[in-house]
């Protein structure tokens, strides 16, 4: 099989293999925090931050860490990245560090973040280890700001906070409700199925 170009590595990440919606991957912030799009934000850079220097240190070293106990080894590496992002949150956003709770320190068991070091990052170099990250970064940012804008949007009326819809429109509660997340995250699987079927269809 052909080694991927940079940019089919990177773009692989947004729809190829996006970590949410073709993977299944880090669902629990996907449900938990997607009530609101500053969250999803935030959940978002946060896992980016912590997923590309990961990507690097892991990419670094690999030739030095014995293969028993590589996992452990990368769980430290990202354990430490994550209580960077998690003390600066709670340092300059307390709000928003406490509206995010315990999925940020949640990120070090991220199956996203473990799962590119094993698969990736430490089988390629730094280069291609750091665009792979940066792809599924980016793939994971969109899938949260997708998810908590439809939330946020029909369970209040608003985007960022900021009014969007008029006084005519009765939010729907049970969109920034945990069934709201489910229900939601339901649609837009099924309309990535959907698009994924015709575009095979196609071909």
Excluded at 64 to 77: H, W
Excluded at 119 to 133: E, L, T, V
Aim: hydrophobic share 55%; net charge positive; with cysteine.
């Amino acid at each position: 099989m052909a080694a991927k170009s940079i940019t089919q590595e990177y773009l692989k990440g947004l729809w190829d293999e996006n970590p949410v919606f073709r993977q299944l991957l880090g669902m629990c912030p996907i449900l938990a925090v997607t009530n609101a799009v500053i969250n999803g934000i935030a959940m978002g850079l946060a896992t980016a931050f912590v997923l590309v220097l990961s990507s690097l240190v892991v990419s670094s070293i690999k030739k030095l860490i014995p293969s028993q106990v590589r996992i452990a080894s990368y769980i430290v590496v990202i354990a430490t990245f994550v209580t960077m992002a998690d003390r600066f949150l709670a340092a300059y956003f307390p709000p928003l560090s406490k509206s995010l709770g315990p999925y940020v320190p949640l990120i070090v068991v991220n199956c996203i973040i473990l799962g590119r070091q094993e698969a990736f990052s430490s089988k390629n170099s730094i280069g291609r280890s750091m665009i792979d990250a940066l792809g599924m970064s980016t793939g994971f940012i969109l899938a949260l700001l997708t998810l908590s804008s439809i939330r946020e949007i029909l369970g209040t009326g608003t985007f960022l906070g900021h009014q969007v819809l008029g006084a005519w429109f009765k939010p729907w509660i049970i969109m920034i409700l945990p069934a709201g997340a489910f229900i939601t995250l339901g649609i837009l699987l099924a309309l990535a199925m959907f698009i994924e079927q015709k575009t095979k269809a196609r071909s």
